[in-house]
Antibody, heavy 125, light 108 residues
Framework: EVQLVQSGAEVRKPGESLNLSCKAS????????IGWARQMPGKGLEWMGT????????TYSPSFQGQVTISVDKSITTAYMQWRSLGASDTATYFC??????????????????WGQGTQVTVSS | DIQMTQSPSSLSASVGDRVTITCRAS??????INWYQKKPGHAPNLLIY???SLQSGVPSRFSGSGSGTDFTLTISSLQPEDVATYYC??????????FGPGTTVDIK
């Protein structure tokens, strides 16, 4: 059974660092993608970035470029989202998701079929 | 960047009604559109990929259509458990994805 298990809720002060984890199991953690999404309180989903497990390359959405760092440790099938200096606007729930590929008429289509349970992050002084 | 819009932003319908949600892309995304259902306190749930392919395990009352810039998600007969917010996501510029702003569906 495919599972993505995220680390627990966090409370931090502005300026502090934070590392969230997303542990994957039940599938071959090799040439897939892991994506991260944010949902701020009362707001919609925002795509933050995607890491390709084949070469650990990362593509960030423009709004999040330079704000967070996405990484992976394939030896323990775990992806990470890191902040060096949190701000109050980072208060949100963060989700990781497994990227999957379907070949339709010879063309690849990508989507996210399994999601972590979400990690709630609160940043407050 | 590809911008996504959705309409309406919210709707209220009766059980058994046919519900249609529209998603529009700022440029052609061919049929690289996914649809997700999001309930409060839960992770997003994939409904449709490649604009019209039903994800395994998703009830057949959900369907998707469209290509280019205009897409629709249809719930053929609204059920109480369908109360949620629905998001389209473009994958044309993958690995850079983006969501629409969401459409909230509730029961009248």
């Amino acid at each position: 059974e495919v599972q993505l298990v995220q680390s627990g809720a966090e409370v931090r002060k502005p300026g502090e660092s934070l590392n969230l984890s997303c542990k994957a199991s039940g599938y071959s953690f090799s040439n897939d993608w892991i994506g991260w999404a944010r949902q701020m309180p009362g707001k919609g989903l925002e795509w933050m970035g995607t890491i390709y497990l084949g070469d650990s390359s990362v593509t960030y959405s423009p709004s999040f470029q330079g704000q967070v760092t996405i990484s992976v440790d394939k030896s323990i099938t775990t992806a990470y989202m890191q902040w060096r200096s949190l701000g109050a606007s980072d208060t949100a729930t963060y989700f990781c998701a497994r990227g999957a590929e379907a070949l339709i008429r010879g063309l690849p289509y990508y989507y996210f079929d399994y999601w972590g349970q979400g990690t709630q992050v609160t940043v407050s002084s | 960047d590809i911008q996504m819009t959705q309409s309406p932003s919210s709707l209220s319908a009766s059980v058994g009604d046919r519900v249609t949600i529209t998603c529009r892309a700022s440029q052609s995304v061919r049929n690289y559109i996914n649809w997700y259902q999001k309930k409060p306190g839960h992770a997003p749930n994939l409904l449709i990929y490649a604009a019209s392919s039903l994800q395994s395990g998703v009830p057949s009352r959900f369907s998707g259509s469209g290509s280019g810039t205009d897409f629709t998600l249809t719930i053929s007969s609204l059920q109480p458990e369908d109360v949620a917010t629905y998001y389209c996501q473009q994958g044309y510029s993958s690995p850079l994805f983006s969501f629409g702003p969401g459409t909230t569906v509730d029961i009248k």
